[in-house]
């Protein structure tokens, strides 16, 4: 079964979603940006979710996280708990 592991930060609009994008294209590290602004319990960890299988996140998160290019930020991602930067960091 296919594995990836990925960062997200949450936030609860788009337009914060769109400004963080650009500080983090712009050369600011995800992490860190995810540690100062993300309103999910992973922003502690620089938005780090781990490794997961398909069907164990939402399925918009599953369609990003397996598809996407890696290492790269990819959103907004709007799903029930808000809006997303992801990244992929891996993928079996």
Avoid at 32 to 57: D, W
């Amino acid at each position: 079964m296919a594995q990836a592991s990925a960062r997200h930060i949450l936030v609860s609009s788009e337009e914060q979603c769109q400004a963080l994008k650009a500080e983090i294209e712009g050369g600011r590290d995800f992490a860190e940006v995810a540690r100062e602004h993300s309103q999910c319990p992973s922003g502690k960890q620089g938005g780090e979710l781990g490794s997961f299988g398909p069907g164990q996140m939402v399925p918009e998160f599953d369609k990003v996280v397996f598809s996407a290019e890696l290492n790269q930020v990819q959103g907004p991602v709007k799903t029930q708990f808000g809006y997303h930067l992801l990244e992929v960091t891996s993928r079996t």
